[in-house]
Structures are given as C-alpha cells and as structure tokens.
C-alpha cells in the first residue's frame, strides 16, 4: 500500500514545492507597493529563486538514491521554513534576495521524484509515471493564482506565512507515508559523473530541458508583469492568465510522457521544437492580444509534451546513473528559466522592446530542431550498428567490385580472418576450390537477375580447413536500380 501512494505522494511534494518557488514572482506587483526595486533589478529578484533550485537539482537528484525520497522531501520541507518566514517579514530588496535564494530549494526537489518514482514502475510506464509527477508543475499555476487573491485581502506578508502551514503539513505527511524501505543505489558521485559527462546525448538532452522547461519558468516568470505593463490588464487578470499558462503546460506533460511510451520519442520532439520555432516568431511581432495569446498556448504545449517527453528519454538512456543525469538535465531546465527574463530586461533596456528576444528563442528552437533530427538518424545508425555487430550470422559487405568493405565479429568467428586482414581483398579468399567456375558464373547471373542468391556452398577458413556454409547474397540498389554493393550472409551448416 505504502509503495503505491508513493506516486500522489510525490507529486504533490512536487506540487508543494513549487508553489513555495513562485512565491516572488506571483507575489511581486503587491511586494513592489511597499518595497523599492529600481526597474532594471526587478528581473534579478524574481529570477534568484531559480538559481539555487537548479543547482540543487544535482545533489538532490543524486541524495535520492542514497536516502531515499522520503528522507529527502522532509529535510528540503524543513529548510523551506526558514526563507519563507524570512520573506514575509522582509523590508528591503536585499532582504528578498537573500530569502529568495534559499526558496530555490522548492524548485530543486523537482530531481527527487523523477529519480525515485521509476524505481516503482516497468520500463514500459516511465513516461507516463514521469509525466504524471510533472503535474506538479501545477504548483506554479496554483500560487500565481491564488496568492494574489489572498494578498489582496490579507496582505502579501500574512500571506506568505500561509505556505508555513502548507509546509508543516507535508513534512508530516513525508513521515507518516514516505516509502522507508525505497531501493537504495550508493554508486560514488563522481563515479556517477564520469559515467554520464562523456555522453553527448547528456548534454543534448540537457540543451532541449534547457528550451522546453526553462521557457515554461520564464513565461511563468515574465508574464505577470509584461501582462500588466504591455496590454494594461489588472494585477489578478493577469495572474489568472498566466496560471492558465501554466495549467496548460502541466496538463501536457503526462500527455507528451504518454506519447512518448507509445511512440518513437525523438520524432515527438521534432514536432515539438517545429512549433516552438513558429511560435517564438509570431510573437516576436508583438502582436495583438488574440494572436499573443495564442502563440503563448502553442509554446505551453509545446513546453509540456517536451517536458514529459524528455524524461521519458533521460531513464532509458541512462538507467544507471539516473540520479545524477536527471539532476544535471533538470539543472539546465531550471537555469534555462533564469537566464531569458534577464536577457529579455536587458534587451528592453537597450531597444524599448521584447522582439529580439522571441527571435533569440525562435532560433535556438530551430537549432534544437536540427539537432533533434540529427540524434534521430544517429540513432537510426547505431540501431543498424548494433545488428550488425550482434547478428549470429557473419556479414560481408562489398563494392560492385567485389573489393570487401565490412565484415561484423561474427564472420571472423566464423572464418578466423579478422576485418584487417580481409578489407580491400575478394570474397576469393575464402574460397575452397571444390565449386567450378561454372558454378559461380551461374550464382552471379541469378543476383544479376533476381538480385540475390541463396545456396549451400563449400568456403575454407584462415587455418585452410573446410566447411559448408549455408550463403545468401543480396544485391543492394542505388535509386536508379543500379548494383552499388552486395551483402553475403552465411552460417556454417556443415555438423547440420
């Protein structure tokens, strides 16, 4: 019973932690009424939060396996306490920046459930369970929706204070219900890292986190305020909107963790940056507030079918060191929320406008779509590397000279001649000599015909002793239907 609440569980610590990150930015119209923040600094207070729960994301995502998540959702909820407190008596910027910073533990313990929760769950269900606790993204919504409302009644200090209670109540609930007994994995860190740091597609992964995770951040970041400042909307419309952002995001993501269970991942992601692409451009343009609106719902789709896709692919590309790749990939989501409000404050600064920036993200989405497409066909190749390279059978591949290009492992098992000592030489050199010439002019003018051949055939190995083979040769054709290599695959028949 215990493993199965672990899922609702989970996801709602991830709920709770989120609402406690966002408390700044939701809260931000109402705290600038009391306290001073110069203009160019306002996107620096909002967007410190995400540092630290970026960071974090490692540690967190790699202490998982070692304690457990229950252990460490309790401590990071402890923690909380103290910032959270910290800012609802705060006076002044430094106050908000100091208290902000630690806050950024409620972003960071979004690495403990994508490590814990596939421990529970086959293969198979890692994308829908992984979309599933992304539902906690909805933390953002709920805060940017409700803490305005609250603090227009109560005051943003009072009710900052609310979130102690919300606090006190998971860390019990953590206690009470937490898996104690949760598989535990003590690989050495920097064993972990050296295991992953090498890996391109790491890093790959990381860049696409860095667009699909980091522009749902900063949209839920940056909206608000650009909300109320460009289109002259109320404080609370504006929170509204921007929760319908985020819900829109959130909803997507068990979507696209399901998609990605049931299709090839990497083709979801080629639609997904395509969108982005398009997206980014129209509202570049700054349009009017229809098209904006819906060029802000494109990207929340886009951001949740990546989000979801994406750590169905960190699991099953690095089961082994899933702690420290789904921190460093989450690490680079969280920082890509950071970096974009600054650089969209300072682009405003300079030009009196947002559009570079929205082309900047359509262009590092075409980018990724590249990439995308790139990682798709590699994988295509090394999928038709490893059959090659696994097949029983040995494999020799040659020009329409017959010159041998590629032989796999198996046809120097089988023949004793290693690809060295055969690349650039004739298929002669296996032969035995009990087959006429005949015989082989015949074999040839039925590939040449038909395009293969199949038959029993008498082949000498390295060390001159004989056996039968059973061989296949199949003609590979260009786009004009003309030969440009054969294929022989053979077995050895000869005890059969």
Known sequence: MIKKMQLPLQTLNLITGFMVWVIISSLM?????????P?????????????????????LGYYANIFGARVIFMCSFILLLFPVYFISEATTMAHLIIGGTF????????????????????????????????????????????????????????AVKLYLILLLIFIA??????????????????????????????????LFYFITFGSFVAFTIYLPGFLVSSFGLEKVDAGMRTAGFIAVATFFRPVGGWLADKFQPLFLLIGTFSVYTVAAIILAFMPSMGLYT?????????????NGVIFKLV?????????IANGIVSMMGGLGGFFPPIMLSIIYAATGQYSIGFMLLSQVALASLVLVVWLYFQDRLALTSEVFNSTGQGIMVTDITGQIKSVNPAFTRLTGFTEAEVLGRQPSVLKSGRQSKDFYNLMWNEIREKGMWQGEIWNKRKNGQEYLQWLNISAVKDETGEDVRYVGTFSDITNK
């Open 29 to 37: 119209p109402f705290i600038s009424e009391d306290i001073s923040i």
């Open 39 to 59: 203009s160019g600094k306002l996107a620096m207070v909002t967007a410190i939060p995400v540092v630290l729960g970026s960071v974090l994301r490692i540690p």
């Open 103 to 158: 806050l950024g533990i409620g972003g960071a313990v979004f690495s403990v459930g994508v490590t814990s929760l596939p421990k529970y769950y086959a293969k198979e269900k890692h994308g829908l369970v992984n979309g599933i606790y992304g539902i906690g993204n909805l933390g953002t919504a709920v805060t940017t929706f409700s803490a305005p409302m609250v603090a227009a009644q109560i005051g943003w200090g009072p």
């Open 173 to 206: 609930l953590n206690f009470f219900i937490g898996d104690r007994h949760e598989p535990k994995l003590k690989t050495p860190i920097i064993e972990q890292i050296k295991g992953v740091a090498k890996n391109e597609k790491l890093w790959l992964f990381s």
């Open 294 to 306: 819906a060029g802000c719902l494109a990207i929340a789709v886009c951001a949740g079918i990546g």
């Open 315 to 323: 699991p099953l590309y690095f089961n082994k060191q899933a702690g």
